[in-house]
């Protein structure tokens, strides 16, 4: 189990020895994706032993027993990541989470699921989609993609490509024209979403068929901005392009299954790399599950590679691996 699975299943089992009410009052502090992930871990964790939980209450205690709680400010914390990670890849980071209240409006979507949220913008101007895309999860704004026609799809995602930042007046009228169908607050900061990078990372999860259409699109309109998205994107095979150091490090953190289903799809040279990382005994084992496991679904594959992918994408943002090709401080992000 990695560390961010554990972290996970210590929050689900707190939660449960909390009980519904004092549970519940935490999981209104949390966000869609925490409450989800959450959600599905408490539903399927087994019976868990006494000890086990006083164990975790003793950790709970020691760590709170530590300190005064630390705060930092947005300066603060701006520096840390920006030493950590350099301006671009910092800049990027920040804009998602210093200003998560300009946006309150649009952080109701993200209850929502694609279908429903497609149907609740699919009426409005492609900019204002564009400009509703850029605040969600990439994966999240993938799937609302899917459930647009073609030609919305495309002038959708070309947009995004092209947007350089979100003025405060527009980010103003855009909450306040989600306030009339949902709930959400106005501000007039701005945030500096959208752009090639945008549009590479919300193509990664739309499905090699619509993803080709878009970039077929683009390409008619700007042939140097389809190559520069194209260039931005990262896809399964592109784990080649990882030294060995970050495989390793990506290995840890990826459930062993979800790795036989997804190498059942990938490149002969892609799966030898996978396995020199390895030790000799886990290669063998890894071998035998995958000349022993039947046909596997297209779709469970990719589903696979894409939940490899987003833990790539958030080592990568952490830091702990760089993605080939990319160069320096231009990794992918």
């Known amino acids: 189990m990695s560390g961010s699975d554990d972290g996970l299943e210590k929050a ?28 599905s871990s408490m539903a399927s964790m087994s019976a868990q032993p006494r000890a086990r939980v006083e164990e975790l209450i003793n950790e709970l205690e020691a760590h709170c027993e530590q300190g005064a709680p630390i705060e930092a400010n947005e300066e603060q914390i701006r520096s840390m990541l920006t030493k950590a990670l350099g301006d671009d890849r910092a800049g990027h ?26 149907d609740l913008i699919r009426n409005e101007h492609s900019q204002i989609i ?15 993609l899917k459930h647009f026609t073609d030609r919305l799809r495309n002038d959708v995602i070309l947009r995004i490509a092209t947007l350089d930042g979100v003025q405060p007046i527009a980010l103003r009228e855009l909450n306040e ?20 990078r945008h549009a590479a990372e919300i193509l990664n999860f739309v499905g090699a068929a619509a993803e080709t259409a878009v970039l077929d699109n683009v390409r008619e309109y700007d042939p140097d901005l389809a190559q520069k998205i194209l260039d931005e994107m990262f896809v399964f095979e592109n784990i080649m392009d990882i030294d060995d150091r970050g495989i390793q490090t990506l290995l840890r953190e990826v459930q062993s299954d979800s790795l036989v289903v997804a190498l059942k799809g990938a490149a002969p040279d892609l799966r030898e790399k996978i396995f020199k990382n390895m030790s000799q005994r886990a290669a063998e084992m890894l071998r035998e599950d995958l000349e022993s ?21 958030r080592l990568a943002e952490e830091g702990q691996i760089m993605l080939g090709g990319k160069g320096g401080d231009d990794a992918f992000v």
């Open 12 to 39: 689900a089992l707190l939660l449960l020895t909390l009980g519904s009410d004092e549970a519940a009052e935490v999981l209104k502090h949390l966000g869609p994706r925490e409450v989800q992930k959450l959600g």
């Open 177 to 196: 024209a989600l306030t009339r169908m949902l709930s959400g607050t106005t501000s007039v900061k701005k945030a500096a979403m959208g752009g090639v």
């Open 93 to 118: 980071i920040l804009a998602r989470i210093l200003h998560g209240s300009d946006t309150a409006g649009i952080e109701s979507l993200k209850w929502m699921d694609p279908a429903t949220a497609a």
């Open 130 to 144: 564009a400009t509703i895309l850029v605040h969600l999860e990439f994966d999240q704004a993938g799937e609302i």
């Open 293 to 313: 496991k039947g046909p596997v679904r297209l779709s469970e594959v990719e589903a696979e590679q894409k939940e490899i992918l987003k833990t790539v994408r």
